[in-house]
Structure formats: C-alpha cells, structure tokens
C-alpha cells in the first residue's frame, strides 16, 4: 500500500494502538467499568464533537478540506440522544469538560477553524476511528450494559450504509489531498497529537472510574 494515507496510517500506528490500548477503553470492552464511566465517555465525546463539526461548519468551502467536512458523519445530534438516554433530561449539566478534553478542544479550536491540515488531521483521526474500532466499541457497549439501541447512537452512521466503501474513498481523498510537503508533515504530526490528546481523556477517566468498580452483573 502506497500513497500519504498509507503513509497517515503508518506514522500514527504507536499512538493509535497507545490510545486502544489504554486501561480504560480495554476496561470499557471487557465490562469492568460503571455505567457512569461510560456516560462520562459519551459526555466528553460531545464536547470533542461540537468543537470538531463547528469547524467542519467553517471548513465546507475550503478547496482542500471542504470534502472531508461531509454532514454524514456528523455525531454532535446522536451523542445528545445518547445522553438524554444516559442521564435523562438534565443530561446538558453533565456535559462539563475534564482537563484533558478540554486541552483537547482548544487545540481544535485553536487551528481547526482555519488550517485545512490541522481540520483535516483532526478528522481523520477521530472519524476514520469512529467507522473502524468505533464499530465493535459500539455493539460491545450495547451488550455489556444492556443499552441495545438506546445510548449507543454515536456508533451507528445512519446515512452511510457502506463504511467499509466510505473508507476507502475517504483514503483516498487523502491520497489527493493538494498540500505542499510541509502541510503534509504537519497533518502528519497533527493527528499523531491527536492521539495522544485522545489517549489524556481516556487516562483521565480510568483515574475517576477505578478498576474495582465492575459494570456489569
């Protein structure tokens, strides 16, 4: 496999297996965190999300980014939901964020809103996620705290009925992406940072969620 998404691919590889691998997103899968931590994840996610798809919001009409900014994938209305299920109706006072996500959604911020690399690097990393491990995340989630549908809306994309086609076009998109070598090598940093800001919330939240509490029966 050639070309820069392959390339994306190879250069984020520690840091995303790092983020997988953190104690709490293995916790989460295996059952052995708290309905709240989960609830506390989705919360977290929202914040990350609005930030991310205001940006997409600024960056539609940019001539490289504007392709990637695809309303499809937006996730901002589902975590709501999920959250009303989670929490009930004053779910919106539990959306408040950690230190990490908000390290993580300033830098969004910052330069997502304007540099068409930092956007873009930011969405691979968390989209690209989203449609791949996001998927058995999801239905892992589903069963371990008998969500079924319910609070688990972030993980199912109801307007792409192909994720497996989605994916490759969206690499290849990268693979046409019209960036100098210089905005490539900052995409490229930019979304290993991006991991690694991934990884801080979820090492935040297995310290406020400890192993000996046990989510499942």
């Not at 914040?47 to 980014?65: G, K, S």
């Not at 969004?108 to 930011?122: D, I, K, M, N, Q």
């Not at 058995?136 to 809306?153: E, I, N, P, Q, S």
């Not at 690499?171 to 019209?178: F, I, K, N, P």
Request: net charge negative; charged share 25%; with cysteine.
């Amino acid at each position: 496999m050639t070309g820069f998404a392959a390339r994306l691919r190879k250069a984020t590889m520690s840091e995303h297996r790092d983020a997988e691998t953190r104690s709490f997103i293995a916790r989460l899968m295996s059952g052995t965190v708290p309905a709240a931590g989960f609830a506390a994840l989705t919360a977290q996610y929202l914040i990350v999300y609005r930030e991310l798809e205001t940006a997409a919001l600024a960056m539609r009409d940019d001539p490289v980014a504007g392709d990637f900014a695809d309303p499809a994938l937006s996730r901002v209305a589902a975590l709501e939901s999920d959250l009303a299920c989670l929490y009930g109706p004053d779910w919106a006072e539990h959306a408040e964020p950690t230190e990490a996500t908000r390290r993580y959604a300033e830098r969004l911020r910052e330069f997502c809103y304007t540099s068409p690399a930092h956007f873009v690097a930011h969405h691979y990393v968390r989209y690209l996620g989203d449609l791949s491990g996001g998927q058995l995340v999801g239905r892992k989630v589903a069963a371990t705290y008998g969500l079924g549908a319910r609070g688990t809306a972030f993980y199912r994309f109801e307007q792409i009925s192909d994720p497996k086609a989605y994916k490759t076009v969206y690499r290849a998109r990268l693979d046409a992406l019209d960036l100098p070598d210089s905005e490539r090598d900052t995409l490229v940093a930019e979304s290993q940072l991006a991991f690694t800001l991934n990884a801080a919330v979820f090492q935040e939240l297995g310290t406020a969620y400890p192993e000996d509490l046990v989510a499942a029966a």
